[in-house]
C-alpha cells in the first residue's frame, strides 16, 4: 500500500517537474501542460493512475489548491474594495449564470433530456472554471486589467451561485424530495458557518499571527497559514457550502491585517503544487475512449457550449464598458466549463438524477471545454499580432504642435509632466490604463487613454509635430515596441526613455535610442551619498566616491552592450568589475593619501 502511494506521488511530482517547464520552454500556458501530463498518466491514457476512482480522489485533495488560490486572492482583496465591486460582480456575475443557463436550457432540453434535469445541467454549465481562468489570466498579467477584473467578479458570482446548486441536487433526488426541514437547517448551517468565519477573521486571526510571529518560529507561521485555510476548508463543507468561496472570504479578511505578506510568501509554494496537481487531476478525467466513440457528439456539445458562453460574456462585456479586445478576451476566457459541473454532475449521479452514460458525457464536454481556453487565448493572441491591431474606442487627443509626447503615465511620467507643467511647456500624455487615468484626474492630473503600443495611437497624438517623446512605460515589452514604432516611423523625435535595467537599456540601444536612464540608478546613488555622509564621510571623499562609481558603472554599461546577449560571458564580466571597482577605490585611496603627505611637506 505505502509502496504504490509512493510510486503515484513520484509519477505526480514528475509531472508538476517535468509538465510546466515544457509548456514555459514551448511559450503556452503550464495550465496546458499539466493537462497534458495528467491525459498522458491517467486511466485512459497510459495507466500511471490505474482507476477513475483514484482520480477524484485525487482530484479532492487537489480542489485544497483551489482553495489556496483564492484564499492568495483574497489577501490582496481589502473588505472596502470588495464592497466596491459589488455592482460588478451582481450585475455582471448575475447577468452572466442567468442568460447563459437561460440559452443552454432549452438546447438541453430539446435534445431529448427531461426538462427538470435540462435545468440543473444547464446551470451547472453556466458555470465557468475559477481555478484554470485565475490562472491563466494571471499567467498573462491579465488579472489586473479591466477584464481580467470582470472576469474575477463573474468568477466570484459563480462560487457563491455554485453553493445553492450544490444544495439542490439532493432534492431532485427521490429520497430527499419531500425533506424540507433539511434544506432549512443547511440554510441556517451555512448562514452560520459564514458568520463565524467572518468574526474569527476579523477579530482572532490577527492576534493568533501576533502571537505565533513573537515567537520567531518560521514553520510556526507556515503551519498557521495552512490551519486558517483547511479550518475553513472544512467548516465550509461542514455546512455544505463551497470551500474556495470561504477560503476566500477568510483571505479577504485577512488583507488589512499586517502579517498578510508573510501568509502570502509562506502559502505560496503549495498552492502552486497543488493547483498543479488539480489541473493534473482534471487531464486524468478525460475519457478517451467515449471522445473516439461519441466523437461527433462531444465536439458539437463543446463547441455550442463555447460559443453560447461567449457570445454572452462578449455582449456583458461590451455593454460594461470593455473595448472590443478586452470584451473578447474576458469572452475566450470565461468561456468554458467548471470544476463545480464536476461536483454537481457526481452529485446528481449519486442521487440518481441524472443516468451515468449522460455524467460521462458531460464530463468529457466540460474537460475538453477547459483545455481549449489557454488555446483559444493563444489563438487570440497570434491572430491579434498577425493582423491589424485592434483599433478599441480611446481619447480623443487635441491637436498640439512643438509640444512632448509622455507615453506611459505611472511615477516616472508624471514627474516629467509636472516639471513641464510648471515650466508651461505643452505636453500629451498617454496610458493603456483606464483605471490610471481616471487615478490621475482625480488629483488634478490630465491624461488621455490610449495604447502607446499602437500607431494609430501615436498619430493621434501627433507625435511627428512633437519636439520629444518621453518613454516611461514601465513594461519592458511594451517600451521596446513602442520605442520601434516611433523610430521607425517618427525618427526626427528624440526619444528620451526610461530603462528598467541593463538589459533593457542594451535592448533599447538596439533600437537606436539614445538618451537613456536606469529609473533606480540615480536615486540608489543619492541615497549611498546619504549613507555616506551619515557614516562620517568628509563632504569631498563622498563627492568623489559617487562620482568614480557612476562614471565606471556608466563606462561598463556601454562596454557590455557589444555582449549582452552572452549571459555567461556578463557573468564572468561581472565578477572582474567588482575585483576591478575595489582595485579602483584602493587605488584612489593611495592616491589621495600621496597628496596629503606631499601637502604636509610643502607646508613643512
Same mark, same amino acid.
Given at each position: 500500500?505505502?509502496?504504490?502511494?509512493?510510486i503515484?506521488? /513520484?509519477?505526480?511530482?514528475?509531472?508538476?517537474?517535468?509538465?510546466?517547464?515544457?509548456?514555459?520552454?514551448?511559450?503556452?500556458s503550464?495550465?496546458?501542460?499539466?493537462?497534458?501530463?495528467?491525459?498522458?498518466?491517467?486511466?485512459?491514457?497510459? %495507466?500511471?493512475?490505474?482507476?477513475?476512482?483514484?482520480v477524484?480522489?485525487?482530484?479532492?485533495?487537489?480542489?485544497?489548491?483551489?482553495?489556496?488560490?483564492?484564499?492568495?486572492?483574497?489577501?490582496?482583496?481589502?473588505?472596502?474594495?470588495?464592497?466596491?465591486?459589488?455592482?460588478?460582480?451582481?450585475?455582471? %456575475?448575475g447577468?452572466?449564470?442567468?442568460?447563459?443557463?437561460?440559452?443552454?436550457?432549452?438546447?438541453?432540453?430539446? #435534445?431529448?433530456?427531461?426538462?427538470?434535469?435540462?435545468?440543473?445541467?444547464?446551470?451547472?454549465?453556466?458555470?465557468?472554471s475559477?481555478?484554470?481562468v485565475? =490562472?491563466?489570466?494571471?499567467?498573462?498579467?491579465?488579472?489586473?486589467?479591466?477584464?481580467?477584473?470582470?472576469?474575477?467578479?463573474?468568477?466570484?458570482?459563480?462560487?457563491? /451561485?455554485?453553493?445553492?446548486?450544490?444544495?439542490?441536487?439532493?432534492?431532485l433526488? #427521490?429520497?430527499?424530495?419531500?425533506?424540507?426541514?433539511?434544506?432549512?437547517?443547511?440554510i441556517?448551517?451555512a448562514?452560520?458557518?459564514?458568520?463565524?468565519?467572518?468574526?474569527?477573521?476579523?477579530?482572532?486571526?490577527?492576534?493568533?499571527?501576533?502571537?505565533?510571529?513573537?515567537?520567531?518560529?518560521?514553520?510556526?507561521?507556515?503551519?498557521?497559514?495552512?490551519?486558517?485555510?483547511v479550518?475553513?476548508?472544512?467548516?465550509?463543507?461542514?455546512?455544505?457550502?463551497?470551500?474556495?468561496l470561504?477560503?476566500?472570504l477568510?483571505?479577504?479578511?485577512?488583507?488589512?491585517?499586517?502579517?498578510?505578506?508573510?501568509?502570502?510568501?509562506?502559502?505560496?509554494?503549495?498552492?502552486?503544487?497543488?493547483?498543479?496537481?488539480?489541473?493534473?487531476?482534471?487531464?486524468?478525467?478525460? @475519457?478517451?475512449? &467515449?471522445?473516439v466513440e =461519441?466523437?461527433?457528439?462531444?465536439?458539437?456539445?463543446?463547441?455550442g457550449?463555447?460559443?453560447?458562453k461567449?457570445?454572452?460574456?462578449?455582449?456583458?462585456?461590451?455593454?460594461n464598458?470593455?473595448? @472590443?479586445r478586452?470584451?473578447?478576451?474576458?469572452?475566450?476566457?470565461v468561456?468554458?466549463?467548471?470544476e463545480?459541473?464536476?461536483?454537481?454532475?457526481t452529485?446528481?449521479? %449519486?442521487? @440518481?438524477?441524472?443516468?451515468?452514460?449522460?455524467?460521462?458525457?458531460?464530463?468529457?464536454?466540460?474537460?475538453?471545454?477547459?483545455?481549449?481556453?489557454?488555446?483559444?487565448?493563444?489563438?487570440?493572441?497570434?491572430?491579434?499580432?498577425?493582423?491589424?491591431?485592434?483599433?478599441?474606442?480611446?481619447?480623443?487627443?487635441?491637436?498640439?504642435? %512643438?509640444?512632448?509626447?509622455?507615453?506611459?503615465?505611472?511615477?516616472?511620467?508624471?514627474?516629467?509632466?509636472?516639471?513641464?507643467?510648471a515650466?508651461?511647456?505643452?505636453?500629451?500624455?498617454?496610458?493603456g490604463?483606464?483605471e490610471?487615468?481616471?487615478?490621475?484626474?482625480?488629483?488634478?492630473?490630465?491624461?488621455?487613454?490610449?495604447?502607446?503600443?499602437? &500607431?494609430?495611437?501615436?498619430e493621434?497624438? =501627433?507625435?511627428?509635430?512633437?519636439?520629444?517623446?518621453?518613454? #516611461?512605460?514601465?513594461?519592458?515589452?511594451?517600451?521596446?515596441?513602442?520605442?520601434?514604432?516611433?523610430r521607425?516611423?517618427?525618427?526626427?523625435?528624440?526619444?528620451?526613455?526610461? #530603462?528598467?535595467?541593463?538589459?533593457?537599456?542594451?535592448? &533599447?540601444?538596439?533600437?537606436?535610442?539614445?538618451?537613456?536612464?536606469?529609473?533606480?540608478?540615480?536615486?540608489? &546613488?543619492?541615497?549611498? *551619498?546619504?549613507?555616506?555622509?551619515?557614516?562620517?564621510?568628509?563632504?569631498?571623499?563622498?563627492? *568623489?566616491?559617487?562620482?568614480?562609481?557612476?562614471?565606471?558603472?556608466?563606462?561598463?554599461?556601454?562596454?557590455?552592450? /557589444?555582449?549582452?546577449?552572452?549571459?555567461?560571458?556578463?557573468?564572468?564580466?561581472?565578477?572582474? *568589475?567588482?575585483?576591478?571597482?575595489?582595485?579602483?577605490?584602493?587605488?584612489?585611496e593611495?592616491?589621495?593619501?600621496?597628496?596629503?603627505?606631499?601637502?604636509?611637506?610643502?607646508?613643512?
Amino acid at each position: 500500500m505505502t509502496g504504490s502511494f509512493l510510486i503515484q506521488a /513520484a509519477v505526480f511530482l514528475a509531472a508538476a517537474a517535468i509538465a510546466a517547464p515544457i509548456a514555459k520552454k514551448l511559450h503556452i500556458s503550464s495550465v496546458l501542460g499539466y493537462l497534458a501530463a495528467g491525459v498522458l498518466i491517467g486511466p485512459f491514457g497510459l %495507466g500511471f493512475v490505474y482507476t477513475v476512482y483514484h482520480v477524484e480522489s485525487i482530484l479532492h485533495i487537489a480542489e485544497y489548491g483551489v482553495a489556496l488560490l483564492l484564499f492568495l486572492i483574497g489577501l490582496e482583496l481589502k473588505p472596502k474594495r470588495l464592497w466596491t465591486m459589488r455592482g460588478s460582480v451582481f450585475g455582471l %456575475g448575475g447577468s452572466q449564470v442567468a442568460i447563459s443557463a437561460a440559452l443552454l436550457i432549452p438546447v438541453i432540453g430539446f #435534445a431529448g433530456i427531461p426538462w427538470d434535469d435540462a435545468v440543473l445541467i444547464g446551470f451547472a454549465l453556466a458555470l465557468s472554471s475559477t481555478a484554470f481562468v485565475l =490562472q491563466v489570466l494571471e499567467e498573462k498579467g491579465e488579472l489586473r486589467l479591466r477584464h481580467g477584473r470582470a472576469a474575477f467578479s463573474v468568477l466570484l458570482f459563480q462560487d457563491m /451561485a455554485a453553493i445553492p446548486l450544490i444544495a439542490i441536487v439532493p432534492l431532485l433526488g #427521490a429520497a430527499g424530495a419531500a425533506d424540507e426541514s433539511v434544506s432549512f437547517v443547511k440554510i441556517v448551517g451555512a448562514i452560520g458557518a459564514i458568520l463565524v468565519i467572518v468574526i474569527i477573521g476579523r477579530y482572532a486571526l490577527s492576534t493568533v499571527y501576533r502571537l505565533v510571529a513573537m515567537t520567531g518560529v518560521r514553520e510556526a507561521m507556515t503551519a498557521s497559514a495552512l490551519l486558517t485555510v483547511v479550518g475553513v476548508v472544512l467548516l465550509m463543507e461542514f455546512a455544505g457550502l463551497s470551500a474556495v468561496l470561504g477560503a476566500f472570504l477568510a483571505g479577504a479578511l485577512l488583507a488589512d491585517s499586517p502579517y498578510r505578506h508573510q501568509i502570502e510568501s509562506d502559502i505560496a509554494p503549495f498552492e502552486g503544487l497543488l493547483l498543479g496537481l488539480f489541473f493534473t487531476a482534471v487531464g486524468m478525467m478525460l @475519457n478517451l475512449q &467515449l471522445l473516439v466513440e =461519441q466523437f461527433g457528439l462531444v465536439i458539437v456539445c463543446v463547441v455550442g457550449l463555447l460559443t453560447i458562453k461567449a457570445i454572452v460574456l462578449y455582449g456583458l462585456g461590451r455593454w460594461n464598458g470593455l473595448d @472590443n479586445r478586452a470584451a473578447r478576451r474576458l469572452a475566450l476566457a470565461v468561456s468554458q466549463g467548471g470544476e463545480f459541473a464536476f461536483v454537481i454532475f457526481t452529485t446528481a449521479l %449519486g442521487e @440518481n438524477v441524472i443516468s451515468r452514460d449522460l455524467a460521462e458525457l458531460l464530463t468529457v464536454v466540460v474537460t475538453l471545454s477547459m483545455l481549449s481556453t489557454p488555446l483559444l487565448l493563444l489563438a487570440d493572441e497570434l491572430l491579434t499580432r498577425a493582423g491589424e491591431p485592434d483599433d478599441g474606442p480611446y481619447d480623443e487627443i487635441p491637436e498640439e504642435q %512643438g509640444h512632448v509626447v509622455i507615453a506611459g503615465f505611472g511615477r516616472v511620467g508624471q514627474i516629467v509632466a509636472r516639471v513641464l507643467q510648471a515650466r508651461r511647456i505643452p505636453f500629451t500624455a498617454l496610458d493603456g490604463s483606464a483605471e490610471q487615468v481616471a487615478f490621475v484626474s482625480r488629483f488634478g492630473g490630465q491624461a488621455y487613454y490610449g495604447d502607446a503600443t499602437r &500607431l494609430s495611437i501615436l498619430e493621434a497624438a =501627433q507625435v511627428d509635430k512633437a519636439q520629444a517623446f518621453v518613454l #516611461a512605460i514601465g513594461d519592458i515589452e511594451k517600451s521596446l515596441k513602442t520605442a520601434e514604432l516611433v523610430r521607425k516611423h517618427f525618427p526626427h523625435v528624440p526619444i528620451y526613455a526610461r #530603462a528598467r535595467n541593463r538589459n533593457h537599456v542594451h535592448r &533599447l540601444m538596439d533600437l537606436g535610442v539614445e538618451f537613456i536612464r536606469r529609473e533606480t540608478f540615480l536615486s540608489s &546613488l543619492d541615497i549611498t *551619498r546619504e549613507v555616506l555622509r551619515g557614516l562620517g564621510d568628509p563632504e569631498q571623499e563622498v563627492t *568623489r566616491t559617487i562620482e568614480t562609481f557612476r562614471e565606471f558603472d556608466r563606462r561598463h554599461l556601454y562596454g557590455d552592450y /557589444a555582449h549582452y546577449t552572452d549571459q555567461q560571458k556578463l557573468q564572468v564580466f561581472a565578477r572582474e *568589475r567588482s575585483e576591478e571597482l575595489k582595485d579602483l577605490f584602493a587605488q584612489d585611496e593611495a592616491d589621495l593619501s600621496d597628496a596629503i603627505v606631499d601637502a604636509d611637506n610643502k607646508v613643512v
